[in-house]
Each structure stands twice: as C-alpha cells, then as structure tokens.
C-alpha cells in the first residue's frame, strides 16, 4: 500500500481552537490552499501554488478548487450491527431492543454475516464522509474480529468493543461476567493498537448488566485505562425508571456507573438526556463525555438533549456529537448537525454552523482524545480528509447563489442541506476511498 504523494487542492478549512469559545479566531480558510499527504500523513498545508512547488516528482494532484476541504468527520456512538435496524416503525427504547436490535444482532454470531455486514458499514461511513467512529458490536467476538479486520485491511482508525450483556436479553445474546471479562482481555490483546485501532470496554447499558458483569467492567477499566469505556446513559424515562428498580440502593442512574469506576475522561456516555444536577456534577467532575445523538433521541421519542447546561456546568461536562444508528436515523454527520440544531432550537438554544463543523471534526477528536492524530488539518495529523460540494444538488446550488462568499451562511446550508451527496470525497490515510475500496 505504498502510494505516492499526493496534492489534494480546495478551500481549507481549518480549526485551531472551539468557535463557541475563542470566537472568529478559532477558524481560518485558506480560499486556494492545498494539502500534501504523504506516507498517510498530512506532510504541509498552505497556498496551493507554495504546495505545489513543494511537492516531489511524481505526486499526484487531486483538483477539488471551489470545494471545502476539512479533516473526516467523527462519529462518537454508533451500532455496525444495527444497519439493518435502522428505520424500525414505532417503538420507544426497551420495546424497540427487544423487537428488532436483539433479534438483527444474534445473526452476527456467523463469522461470515458479520464480515458482510462491517464491510457495507465501513463503505457506508466512508461516503457519508465519516473517517472515525466509536463503534459497538455485538456479544459475539466474532462481530468484533469482522469489524476491526475490515477496519484495519481499509487502513481507518476506529474504537469498537464488544458488548457485554448478562440479563434481560434473549439467551443467545448473553455472555456472563466471567465469560464477557475473558472475551474482552482476549479482544483488547488481540486488537488493541494494531493499525489504527483502539478498543472500547463496552457493557451496553446498566439494564442489561448484573452487578457482578458492571464490576467485572470496572476491572477491566482499571487493568487497562489505555482503552474506552463506552455505554449509555439517561436516554429514556422508563429505562431510568427500569434501572432504579434493578439497582434499588442507588439514588440516579450515574451513580450506578460511579460505583463500578466506570466515569472517567476515556469514557463516552450515549445521550445523557434526563440527567439530575447530581449527575452532571458527577459527569463533569470525572471528565466523562456526553454523546449528543439528536436523530434517535427524536426517532425514538427519547428527549431533547440539554447542551446549555451540560456546557455551563462548573466545570463543564465534556460533548460531543454522534449518529447512533440504527436508533438513529442517518449516517450523516450533516444531517445529524441539522437534527442537533433543530433538538436545540426546541429548548431555545442556538448553535452556529462553526461550532457544528467543529464539534464533527476536532471537538469530537478533543473528546475522545484523538486530537493530535484526527480531527484537524494540520502538518503531521493523519490524512483523513474530506470534501465537501456546497453546491452538490440543485436546491443546494440554487440557494448557496444568495450567500456567495459568506462563509457562515455557506457552512449552515451545507448542515441543513447536505447528506452523502455533499461528500465529493474522503479519504482515509491519504487514500481516496468515497466510491468504495479493495
Ligand atoms: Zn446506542
């Protein structure tokens, strides 16, 4: 896989810091600028004509002028096994696990159904412009080795973890604490750093864990803090309701994770939507991180994400942004950007288009630590890029013509407007990858 250098040329956008805090400072575009990759790595960045001179013989230039260029997108919560979920008619959390997710996930026991499906994934996020993502598999190892095998033959860097489930699931979806703590070591040695990769401890939710299970969790949190923790958190009222009825000593369902040492800043909570101020306070003094996921919690009735407060929280609880498919109902980061901004208009909060691209690029990097590798276009990161077309459809076009040359306004149409059809290309370690790969 030795590829020779390449020029990737467009308008670059680059973050240095948050909009929401540092304000226009935090964002520059460099109007012809180009990028030269090298070895999977962003080699320079500038004018074009400087990085064309510096280019050596032999590179090729890949010509996106009047096209953004910005790092991947990252997704921070997302199911490979639920892509034949996704868009299930009429049922809220615990009905909709029980009807369609746990019986979808029991066919990934088959080495084979399970390569299939992380290969339609992997292609499915790359043309949605999503380069990383924090990925849960199923109970089965089996659906962890598939993942990760696909995800390092594409050379892409990716967080997965096999779930650990140990009641109130169907039988075949069942490991128990011994068997998911052993599983589990046995993945992490096996995966963990090789390539890209990186690997989430991953007990799916506290109501499918017995005690016994979430301890064995914190074990394994605590014999390797180099890993992730994923797992969800406050999605929906019964399911609070559910937890306080399995855990009857515990006053909120944060302090059921808190017991287990399961909050810490390498861990990625899914929707933190009905949160008491006692687990904010617990959420941000651990350093844990919200996954924000806007397309499910409306798709499945769950609740309106609280940004405001989760960020004026002293000190603040860390966010980031995420599709969870298939209670989601995008794969699109664009699209999961506009749902964010709708969900937030319903509580009367605003939220720039700078902030959006930020918080799928480089806020979400800073969020699961990956800032100084993903996340942000700068000499020596890793070349996952992306380009976007503003005016890839025609109502695209049509409406990007009143806004010419504000760069706001254009990075707002693109979040309401934009899907998979924006995405003019991605590329993973330098290698262009949007229409599909070996
Ligand atoms: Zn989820």
Sequence with gaps: ???????????????????????????????????????????????????????????????????????????????????????????????????????????????????????????????????????????????????????????????????????????????????????????????????????????????????????????????????????????????????????????????????YGLLGPRSVFGHCIHLEESEVDLLAQSGSIAAFCPTSNLFLGSGLFDMRRLHAHSPPVRVSLATDVGGGTSYSMLQTANEAYKVLQMNGQSWQAAQAFYQMTLGNARALGLDQRVGSLRAGAEADLIVLDPGATPAMAHRMEAVKGDLAEELFILMMLGDDRAIAETYVAGRPVKRGTI
């Design 1 to 259: 896989m030795n590829e020779p250098a390449r020029v990737i040329r467009g308008r670059l956008l680059i973050f240095d810091d948050e909009p929401r805090l540092a304000g226009d400072k935090a964002m520059r575009l460099i109007e012809d600028g180009a990028a030269l990759i090298d070895k999977g790595l962003i080699a320079a960045l500038g004018k074009a004509s400087e990085i064309t001179a510096k280019a050596p013989a032999g590179a090729r230039t890949d010509d996106h002028s009047g096209k953004l260029i910005l790092p991947g997108f990252i997704d921070t919560h997302i199911h490979y096994p639920q892509t034949r979920v996704i868009a299930s008619y009429g049922a809220q959390l615990l009905e909709w696990l029980q009807k369609y997710t746990f019986v979808e996930e029991q066919k990934l026991r088959d080495p084979r159904h399970a390569d299939m499906v992380a290969r339609f994934f992997l292609d499915e996020l790359f043309r949605q412009g999503t380069t990383t993502a924090m990925v849960y598999c199923t109970v089965h190892p089996e659906s962890v080795d598939a993942f990760f095998a696909e995800s390092e033959r594409r050379g892409a860097r990716m967080i997965a973890g096999k779930v650990m489930m140990d009641r109130n699931a169907p039988e075949a979806l069942c490991d128990t604490p011994q068997l998911g703590y052993d599983q589990t070591n046995a993945l992490i040695q096996r995966w963990r750093g090789k390539g890209r990769l990186d690997y989430a401890i991953s007990p799916r939710f506290a109501p499918t864990s017995t005690e016994a299970q979430l301890e064995a969790s914190g074990a394994l949190a605590r014999e390797h803090p180099e890993a992730y923790v994923q797992t969800h958190l406050c999605e929906n009222r019964a399911e609070i309701a559910f937890v306080r009825e399995l855990f009857p000593w515990t006053k909120t369902y944060t302090e059921v994770y808190a017991r």
